[in-house]
């Protein structure tokens, strides 16, 4: 059995410093390298916690001058990017640290690219070739993350929605990737039942998605395997009853979702993602409902990978049709929704989330092509 309480160092695909404490080495960290005036970036829940405060009390202590941006939306937009560019340069900051879940890594990240990169923010998405513009240096960047879901503490690209239409748009390059993270799983233990809930779907949807995506990258898949293994494991305790190991083993499942996910995910991402644009709705809740339709989509001539699914969950029966439902067991176990009319979705909707979804960016590297009536249908169906 993994001893937790351990801070152990691995690098894949940046370094990482994981176990319980590992925040603690923040401030010497920042010190070492000469950096004395981080951003902190974050969500407006996350800075009035309370570990929150211990963490700039402790940079503090150091003699470190933190300044605080949050001002950010939880499905995050342009213009929370460029307020966290001016609050850098207007406070001389020389750093970035992005602490939190998704909505503030992808703010503290797009800032990174933002303080030597002047152009439209949106001229650097990667979808019309903007990676080509990532030319200049970045700020030293750290993450710190606090759920279990996206993994974007190990990413290298952040999605920011456009303030109008709230189109999702990707700024990506691998300069963007953090420098260091420190992954302490003592910093989720408070998580509300719900948010680990949905963070925690959310990790399994990437793992299972990138598992079974049409593109070739073999190391992707079996690191997707075993974040699915390793999230059956824990979902349910770090839900209903946390603990240091569950808490753990879904962070650790969390950053190999976000690695794996290299490979590509899929409908069930282009499902999701328009509920957030339309809806505003969580994005790891919008992919929990969507995640058993999604599967049954695409489980036909896909046998074989739905048995090693089945086995990485654990499941007494190894076929498409016990993973597809022990995923909407697993839902109503951890106290989430089934059906899309419970999350505020409408008949009215379907024809406006159909359109968002084939422009998503996520399906053409699902295992079968999904046309705009496989969207309507499958919305339909889950409604």
Known sequence: MTDFNTIRQFNFPTTIR???GAIKELPDHLLTNGLSRPLLVTDPMVSGLDFFKKIKESLAAKSIAVEVFSDIHKNPVKTDVLKGGEAYHLTNRDCIIGIGG??????ARAIVLRINHHRDLFDYDDLTGGDQYVTEEVPYFITVPTTSGTGSEVGRSAII???DTHR??????PKLMAKIVFA?????????????????MDALTHNMEAYISKNFHPLAGGIGLEGIFLISQSIADAVNKPDLESRSKMM?????????????LGVVHSLAHPLSSLLDTHHGLANAVNLPYGMRFNAPGLEHEFKRMAQAMELPVTSAEAVINHLFELNQQLGLPVRL???????????TLS?????????????????????????????
């Open 168 to 173: 999702k748009r990707i700024l990506f390059a």
């Open 18 to 20: 994981f176990g319980a």
């Open 102 to 107: 998704g909505a503030a890594m992808d703010v």
């Open 355 to 383: 359109d968002l979804a084939l422009a998503d960016f996520c399906h053409p590297n699902n295992p079968k092509p999904v046309t705009r009536n496989d969207f309507k249908q499958l919305y339909s169906a889950a409604l």
């Open 252 to 264: 650790i499942a969390s950053l190999m979702g976000a690695v794996a996910f290299q490979k590509g």
């Open 184 to 200: 302490d799983p003592l910093l989720t233990m408070e998580l509300p039942p719900f948010i680990t809930a949905a963070t925690g």
């Open 161 to 163: 929605s456009e303030d």
């Open 341 to 351: 009319r419970d999350i505020g979705v409408r008949e009215e909707h379907i024809e």
